[in-house]
Nanobody, 127 residues
Framework: QPQLVESGGDSVQTGGSLRVSCALS?????????MGWFRQVPGKAREGVAV???????RTSNSVKGRFTISKDNAKHILYLQMIDLKPEDSAMYYC????????????????????WGQGTQVTVSS
């Protein structure tokens, strides 16, 4: 049974950097999955941040483009989200997600399409 476990969340100041990680277990071929990061604050819908397809192609939300980078280490089975120039509005619980699909598609930011979720890691950015 595939599982995702996030780590690396922390409290940082505005303008700071942080990298969160997602350890993948139970996957035979991570290239068979569209994998990504979502975030959510209380009272708001879960928001798609970035995804990476089986061939390494990435898609990123306009709200974080140029500041956040998603990457994947297939050998170590770890998904990363590198965040720079963090802003208070980036504060949220960050979730790792996966769906059994080589391509993430144009509707990649819809959380309902993802079958597997991690438990989340909290990122807090203070001004």
């Amino acid at each position: 049974q595939p599982q995702l476990v996030e780590s690396g969340g922390d409290s940082v100041q505005t303008g700071g950097s942080l990298r969160v990680s997602c350890a993948l277990s139970g996957y035979r071929y991570t290239a068979d999955y569209c994998m990504g990061w979502f975030r959510q604050v209380p009272g708001k819908a879960r928001e798609g941040v970035a995804v990476i397809e089986g061939d390494g192609y990435t898609r990123t939300s306009n709200s974080v483009k140029g500041r956040f980078t998603i990457s994947k280490d297939n050998a170590k089975h770890i998904l990363y989200l590198q965040m720079i120039d963090l802003k208070p509005e980036d504060s949220a619980m960050y979730y790792c997600a996966a769906r059994y699909s080589y391509s993430c598609g144009s509707n990649w930011a819809n959380p309902n399409l993802y079958e597997i979720w991690g438990q989340g890691t909290q990122v807090t950015v203070s001004s």
